[in-house]
């Protein structure tokens, strides 16, 4: 079960997009540079003293040394301390879920070093200290963010912040910059109760489908700009490594995926708050949507030994693809913090045989799915959208699920 009746404060973000001059530009990329030559440089002290001492190093040495650092490198004296004590905060937690990883019995991943374009965020933990937000040195009308070494960047603060600004990141995006203000204590939107309940399939004929019949159309953003995508990435195949026509290609293929993203992200916006201005519960599918996505296993030819077969890799390379293009996670994220702030409660259930179990009856049969939008029961000869059917078996397992919990 996944949030709560009532919230009464809660943690939030906000992104707004910046306005910075080419000179302040240039002080940005810098910024981002050195702090991921401090990172470089930290992994790189840790490989080392690991590798010849077996003795591992923590945040804390690390830290201590920053004094030290920015009195021989005088370009990392340019930028907050505490900016780069977060980065090298970064690179603790990247080895805390390394260790994690091989706990776990998992494919570990050992902390990488970043090369340029793999290092575009920078955060500064607390507002005041390095930077400062809503800083005003202009016009009332506008907005202005003061970070230190960079100096007092516009912003395009297209809504309110509500809440104690508690930390501010600056990220960059193709050729765009953000500001990211992370928020405590921003008050709940609790809406009225509606007195109505919902169950949600998620598909990828169609994006979601409500207990109550109705349907959510799938856009298939990746798929629109697969043609555009195509040739771009044709584009920056045929260009030299290192040059300066492939760094424009590179941002022209960035900029594209860039677009999609904030397509599937506006679209799961408005769909969540949909939802939660028209219902009080909403029980939807706990997916794995890693293991849905997974490429199957091979298998073995039984006449010729050591050979394989295709085992319909491409069908399920294509079923994988609308799958994340379909950005179920994303959804489910947002509808999980639109819930928490409306005072929507929120119940995951097993999806297993949802599809193929009769909503009338209950009997549960393979053979109840006849195509992938017709139910039809072989036992009470009950049809319905198969979608729907799935939500409103989803439905009554969450409303059992409430209905336990509160026993």
């Not at 005088?74 to 706990?103: C, E, G, H, I, N």
């Not at 500064?124 to 809503?134: A, E, F, H, L, N």
């Not at 949507?289 to 010729?304: E, L, S, V």
């Amino acid at each position: 079960m996944r949030g709560r009746p009532r919230a009464v404060a809660v943690r939030r973000s906000c992104k707004f997009l910046m306005r910075p001059t080419r000179h302040q530009v240039i002080a940005l990329t810098a910024c981002l540079d050195d702090h991921r030559a401090l990172y470089n440089a930290a992994l790189e002290e840790r490989r080392e003293a690991y590798k010849r001492t077996k003795i591992s190093i923590r945040y804390g040495d690390q830290s201590a040394q920053l004094k030290e650092i920015r009195a021989c490198i005088p370009d990392q004296a340019r930028w907050s301390f505490s900016s780069q004590q977060a980065t090298l905060r970064r690179l603790d937690k990247a080895f805390r879920a390394f260790f994690d990883r091989v706990k776990a019995a998992r494919t570990p991943g050992y902390p990488r070093f970043k090369g340029r374009g793999w290092f575009d965020t920078v955060e500064w933990p607390k507002d005041g200290d390095g930077c400062r937000w809503d800083s005003q040195p202009g016009p009332p009308a506008a907005t202005f963010v003061r970070l230190q070494g960079v100096g007092h960047v516009r912003v395009h603060q297209h809504r309110p912040v509500q809440g104690r600004v508690k930390t501010i990141s600056v990220k960059r995006e193709g050729s765009r910059w953000y500001v990211v203000l992370s928020c405590d204590d921003v008050p709940a939107e609790t809406l009225p109760a509606t007195g109505a309940v919902a169950g949600i399939d998620m598909g990828v004929a169609s994006f979601l489908t409500t207990s109550d019949g109705a349907q959510v159309g799938n856009p298939r953003h990746l798929a629109a700009s697969a043609d555009r995508l195509a040739a771009a990435q044709r584009n920056l195949a045929r260009k030299k490594r290192g040059s300066k026509r492939r760094r424009k290609a590179v941002a022209r293929v960035a900029a594209l995926h860039g677009k999609v993203r904030r397509q599937r992200l506006d679209g799961a916006h408005k769909a969540a708050l949909a939802l939660v201005q028209d219902y009080d519960v909403i029980a939807h599918e706990d997916l794995r949507i890693a293991n849905m996505t997974k490429a199957p296993a091979p298998k073995p030819d039984p006449d010729q030994s050591g050979a394989f077969l295709p085992n319909r890799a491409a069908a399920k390379a294509g079923l994988n693809k609308s799958i994340l293009d379909a950005g179920w996670g994303v959804f489910l994220t947002i509808l999980a913090h639109k819930a928490e702030s409306a005072g929507r409660e929120l119940i995951a259930v097993n999806p297993a045989n949802t599809s193929r179990t009769c909503a009338r009856c209950g009997h549960y049969a393979k053979e109840n799915r006849v195509t992938q939008a017709e139910f039809r029961c072989t036992a009470c000869r009950y049809e319905a959208h198969a979608d729907v059917n799935a939500a409103i078996n989803i439905l009554r397992a969450g409303l059992a699920l409430r209905d336990a919990a509160a026993a």
